[in-house]
């Protein structure tokens, strides 16, 4: 009788554009590593001179008719993906009527199993994955290049990175290992600034990087 193979623990690592090759690039080569990625926004669809990226699962969790009215550019750009990468699955909200070679449709009614407000408190695709990650055993979830709105003009709701941060800690609170590097910008604090400044007169910044001012010490230190 022949032993069963075991599988490695499953690791996902979810991309963002932002990502940067310093911080990801053969990162997650190993045995177990699943390679997620969103939206179109993958680092080497931008053309970046990289090493191509093993992706595992593609994602893209809007509806199909919202595409096609909003951003129908995606449709184009995930359809030439899931062209090129047969084997890949691409998970969707609703049908792309067949124009995706391995389409999945998400289960998002199955995040309900993992608390009270799993099917219903989701803010991005970010945090959709990363719930989708612990609904799939994951024992480790890296982030990489992901940046999130402070405020409501871009393309997610300001909601997006207290969500995120949330299912990150939903993670963590089962025991599963949550990474991030230095390409992305969740889990710091940000503050608004009242000022005098004149703009266009003044050096104005609308982001402060803490390194330029003497850090507060801690508790504890």
């Not at 990363?130 to 409501?152: C, N, P, Q, W």
């Amino acid at each position: 009788m022949f032993a069963r193979k075991t599988q490695p623990p499953l690791k996902v690592a979810i991309i963002g554009g932002a990502a940067k090759e310093q911080h990801f690039a053969g990162r997650h080569e190993s045995p177990g590593w699943e390679v997620w990625g969103l939206n179109a926004i993958r680092p080497d669809a931008r053309q970046q001179p990289w090493k191509p990226i093993r992706w595992a699962r593609m994602f893209n969790l809007h509806r199909f008719a919202h595409l096609n009215r909003d951003c129908y550019e995606y449709i184009i750009w995930d359809t030439a993906f899931s062209k090129a990468n047969p084997k890949i699955p691409v998970y969707v909200i609703d049908t792309w009527h067949g124009l995706l070679e391995r389409e999945i449709i998400f289960p998002l009614n199955d995040l309900i199993r993992l608390t009270p407000r799993g099917g219903r408190y989701h803010a991005g695709s970010f945090d959709m994955l990363v719930a989708y990650a612990i609904l799939e055993g994951a024992t480790e979830i890296a982030l990489h290049g992901i940046g999130l709105a402070l405020d409501s003009w871009r393309a997610e709701p300001m909601s997006a990175r207290a969500c995120l941060e949330y299912w990150c800690g939903v993670a963590e609170g089962r025991g599963i290992q949550v990474t991030t590097t230095e390409d992305c910008d969740i889990f710091h604090q940000y503050h608004l600034l009242k000022s005098s400044t004149v703009y266009g007169f003044d050096d104005v910044k609308l982001i402060e990087d803490p390194h330029e001012h003497r850090d507060h010490p801690r508790p504890g230190r």
